[in-house]
């Protein structure tokens, strides 16, 4: 059913929604590229282009993971996006609120790398991570309670979606609080997380086609 029938009664456009997430996830994964930027003089020789290359690889690797990250996100909501038929008020600012989220990871991505200690600059970048993941979280949930989403004819995907979107917010907190406790060893809790997840995947009948 389009957003555009009477039956929706609603103001508020899915598709122009959707056109405005796609432009701030394009322009957030183009900037975080920004943060590689190699310190070379001009008419550099070879051993000044190495050496700019080696001290890029762990702003390379950050920019990576970060690219990943925002990839993931983007994936759920589309995903999320798919199954909804109309969208209403409240369920709009909750996706501003999580568009907004995004936009900040170039911010938490140059802290970041920006930093020698990782403590708490990789403590803001979690933390960034899981509010990202949180907002989207509850704009689905919303989205289910108020009927706008195609649930019921797909609940198996319906929960495969919400126990991603879950799995990233817990992923999110667990990491930002080893990050700023300084115990490396509560990352490991991020592993029955995601274990679950696929778990409960795994073990979920196929959509129908």
């Not at 975080?32 to 070879?46: A, G, N, Q, R, W």
């Not at 991570?129 to 009927?147: E, M, N, P, Q, V």
Request: with cysteine.
């Amino acid at each position: 059913m389009s957003d555009s029938t009477p039956a929706s009664n609603s103001l508020f456009s899915k598709h122009r929604l959707e056109a405005l997430s796609d432009g701030v996830f394009a322009v957030v994964m183009t900037l975080l590229v920004l943060e590689l930027k190699p310190d070379l003089p001009p008419h550099s020789d070879h051993a000044a282009v190495a050496l700019a290359l080696h001290e890029l690889a762990r702003p390379l690797a950050g920019y990576a993971f970060a690219f990943a990250i925002t990839g993931v996100f983007w994936t759920l909501h589309h995903r999320k996006f798919s199954l909804l038929r109309q969208t209403d008020g409240p369920h709009t600012v909750l996706t501003l609120t999580f568009l907004f989220a995004v936009t900040l990871l170039p911010l938490s991505v140059s802290i970041y790398l920006k930093t020698k200690t990782v403590g708490l600059a990789q403590a803001v970048f979690f933390g960034n991570s899981a509010f990202i993941a949180l907002t989207l979280l509850a704009s689905w949930l919303y989205a289910k309670r108020r009927g706008l989403a195609d649930s019921a004819t797909m609940p198996d995907v319906a929960a495969r979606l919400t126990r991603g979107m879950a799995a990233m917010g817990a992923a999110g907190l667990i990491s930002c609080v080893a990050a700023l406790v300084d115990q490396q060893w509560l990352f490991l809790l991020i592993v029955p997380v995601m274990l679950w997840a696929r778990r409960r995947r795994a073990s979920a009948p196929p959509a129908a086609s």
